[in-house]
Each structure stands twice: as C-alpha cells, then as structure tokens.
C-alpha cells in the first residue's frame, strides 16, 4: 500500500484519474483550435475563386 494515499500501487484514486482526463482534454481542445485556427488562416486556392467566380 502507498503510504501517500492508502491504496494499493498503480491503482489511481478518483481524484487522479479526474485530473489525468481533465489534462487530456485540455490536450485535445488546444491541438483541435490549433488546426481550426490554421485551416482559417489557410488561402483559398485561386481555382476555387475561378470556379466560384463562373457562378455568378
């Protein structure tokens, strides 16, 4: 037993397994607003202005 929070080696209390998805999660929103934000600033292609263009 870990002398630290009374359980067993290797087994996560509930606090620690909250924290562990909290600090995924937060992994996950800022690697997906990065790829937003750079799919954004991304330029659209001039054939795509071309094709859009014969639309109106």
């Known amino acids: 037993m870990s ?4 359980s067993p080696r290797g087994v ?3 606090k620690d397994a909250e924290k562990k998805s909290s600090t995924k999660g937060q992994d996950v929103n800022g690697a997906l607003r990065r790829a937003y934000e750079s799919t954004v600033d991304e330029s659209i292609p ?3 202005l ?5 639309l109106d």
């Open 3 to 6: 002398s630290e929070t009374g």
């Open 12 to 14: 996560t209390s509930a």
């Open 46 to 48: 001039q054939s795509l």
């Open 50 to 54: 071309d094709l859009l263009s014969k």
